[in-house]
């Protein structure tokens, strides 16, 4: 079985940085693109950054230039570094990952169960 285990998430003053990571693990034959969402209260979740596994990076506008996703594929982790955090980045992030299992044929989305970030005015 397959987990994304997240970790990183916190409370910060708004301008502070924080870094998230999460791993994943389990029965793991390659993995494809990891990314970030969030989901505020009251809103839909939505992408914040993504990665792909030849390294290219797409960002939602309102953290371009302030976060930064990253990848180790010796660790099946994916980071993201968010700096210059606002209050409106207040969200719950979910870490997930498009990867192929051991013995499947089809690829799979697989998420983490969430990490709070919160920032404070």
């Known amino acids: 079985q397959v987990q994304l285990v997240e970790s990183g998430g916190g409370l910060v003053q708004a301008g502070g940085s924080l870094r998230l990571s999460c791993a994943a693990s389990?029965?793991?034959?390659?993995?494809?693109?990891m990314g970030w969402y969030r989901q505020a209260p009251g809103k839909q979740r939505e992408l914040v950054a993504m990665?792909?596994?030849?390294?290219?990076?797409n960002y939602a506008d309102s953290v371009k230039e302030r976060f930064t996703i990253s990848r180790d594929n010796a660790k099946n982790a994916v980071y993201l570094q968010m700096n210059s955090l606002k209050p409106e980045d207040t969200a719950v992030y979910y870490c997930?990952?498009?990867?192929?299992?051991?013995?499947?044929?089809?690829?799979?989305?697989?998420w983490g169960q969430g990490t709070q970030v919160t920032v404070s005015s």
């Open positions: 997930a990952a498009h990867l192929r299992e051991l013995h499947r044929n089809t690829n799979s989305l697989f």
């Open positions: 389990g029965s793991i034959l390659s993995i494809h693109n």
């Open positions: 990665v792909t596994s030849g390294n290219n990076t």
